[in-house]
Nanobody
């Protein structure tokens, strides 16, 4: 059973940066596609971006492209989300998710993922 644990959230000032991590335990990420989603209060869960673990290809929501970068560490079975130039609109709980049978067109849709982390709060405020 794959379990996901996010870390790295916190309070950051507008314009600042933060790096989140998503560690997988119980099973390797090999063969999975992983993603970051976020959910702000009163809003639907929003797709941030995704990573194909095997070939390291990354995919991003158009609105976040250029500010957010997804990477991985194979040795630690961990995915990262580097977030730069943060604004208050980026305030949300950030979740990582994983799925073993995802096709590319399914990546932005939360219902296609099999495993979820508990989320980590990111607050952007002065």
């Amino acid at each position: 059973q794959l379990q996901l644990v996010e870390a790295g959230g916190g309070l950051v000032q507008p314009g600042g940066s933060l790096k989140l991590s998503c560690a997988g335990t119980g099973r390797s990420f090999r063969g999975h596609r992983l993603a970051w989603f976020r959910q702000a209060p009163g809003k639907d869960r929003e797709y941030v971006g995704a990573l194909s673990w095997n070939d390291r290809r990354t995919y991003y929501a158009d609105s976040l492209k250029g500010r957010f970068t997804i990477s991985r560490d194979n040795a630690d079975n961990t995915m990262y989300l580097q977030m730069n130039n943060l604004t208050p609109d980026d305030t949300a709980v950030y979740y990582c998710a994983a799925g073993a049978r995802l096709i590319l067109s399914s990546l932005p849709y939360a219902q296609h993922y099999d495993y979820w982390g508990q989320g980590t709060q990111v607050t952007v405020s002065s």
